[in-house]
């Protein structure tokens, strides 16, 4: 918060994005897990995972911070439903 001189308000939606994110995913990659299998959403979910942290490292900005947080929060919710599965 304070590297990036975030307002409270904003250090809320990063985190809101981010929780956001992987609800939408648990309830999107559940079904897709049991059309398609487990199997084939877990390496989808892990190569999103380090875009995700990719983009955390060269975010210099609120919206690449955003994209990053929500990047990330969906391949979590992915993969604590295929790796649950």
């Known amino acids: 918060?304070?590297?990036?001189?975030?307002?409270?308000?904003?250090?809320?939606?990063?985190?809101?994005?981010?929780?956001?994110a992987a609800l939408v995913a648990v309830l999107v990659s559940?079904?897709?897990?049991?059309?398609?299998?487990?199997?084939?959403?877990?390496?989808?979910?892990?190569?999103?995972?380090l875009v995700g942290l990719g983009v955390f490292l060269i975010a210099d900005s609120m919206a690449m911070l955003l994209l990053a947080r929500t990047i990330h929060g969906a391949a979590v919710g992915s993969i604590v439903v295929a790796g649950a599965a």
């Open 1 to 20: 918060e304070s590297n990036w001189h975030l307002s409270p308000l904003a250090t809320t939606i990063v985190f809101a994005v981010y929780a956001v």
């Open 30 to 49: 559940g079904k897709i897990s049991d059309v398609v299998g487990r199997k084939p959403v877990l390496p989808g979910a892990l190569a999103a995972l």
